[in-house]
């Protein structure tokens, strides 16, 4: 079946530096790529998203890559702050259904 | 607008019981899903709608049933409650309007078997 995976499952970086997580998916359908945090005891909520048409997004410090012929996509936090300590999902879904197929979570740690 | 609701946030059983957990929201949206999550696995489908009356099922169905008979609930009912059911649930909907597609979760509700 199709699956999602991500990589890697706990990242530690110093506040101010950068972080990068990464999402591989099996679905060549697969067209939506949203990324969500989740903060301790909260429900997920989405930060960024991408669709196949396009290579790169920015929002501020996220920014979110797609590699449609690796099926490959990625989060980058830029100048990463405390408050980004959480737990990040990438999920993919192919717009023909209504399945999301999440990856396994990244907990990512800024160190201060 | 209160977006998604989930009720209880936190409920005890004992194997054997039943319940129904409760998820409605106030935003028109057409799809609704649940979801469990586990430590270490992520989120995984349980069951889903896209409208009124259509319900199917998603990754991990077994123990689980649905029903959508209004827009804005969408009830979960586990039939028969096993240790293994233990975990985090949550409910999302979402809609599309242009293509463009966005999730919102609910707050969740940690469910313990005994």
């Known amino acids: 079946g199709e699956n999602v995976e991500q990589h890697p499952s706990t990242l530690s970086v110093q506040e101010g530096d950068s972080a990068v997580i990464k999402c591989t998916y099996s679905?060549?359908?697969?067209?939506?790529f949203p990324w969500y945090k989740q903060e301790l005891g909260k429900r997920p909520q989405l930060i960024i998203d991408i669709r196949s048409n396009v290579g790169e997004k920015k929002d501020q410090r996220i920014a979110v890559t797609l590699n449609k012929t690796a099926k490959h996509f990625s989060l980058h936090i830029t100048e990463t702050q405390p408050e980004d300590s959480a737990v990040y999902f990438c999920?993919?879904?192919?717009?023909?259904?209504?399945?999301?197929?999440f990856g396994t979570g990244t907990r990512l740690k800024v160190l201060a | 607008n209160a977006g998604v609701t989930q009720t209880p946030k936190f409920q005890v059983l004992k194997t054997g019981q039943s319940m129904t957990l409760q998820c409605a929201q106030d935003m028109n949206h057409e799809y609704m899903s649940w979801y469990r999550q586990d430590p270490g696995m992520g989120l995984r489908l349980i069951h889903y709608?896209?409208?009124?009356?259509?319900?199917d099922q998603g990754e991990v169905p077994n123990g689980y049933n649905v029903s959508r008979s209004t827009t804005e609930d969408f009830p979960l009912r586990l039939l028969s409650a096993a240790p293994s059911q233990t975990s985090v649930y949550f409910c999302a909907s979402s809609f599309r309007v242009g293509g463009q597609e966005t999730q919102y979760f609910g707050p969740g509700t940690r469910l313990l078997v005994l």
């Open positions: 999920a993919a879904k192919n717009s023909g259904t209504y399945k999301y197929i």
């Open positions: 679905d060549s359908a697969s067209n939506y």
């Open positions: 709608s896209v409208g009124a009356g259509i319900t």
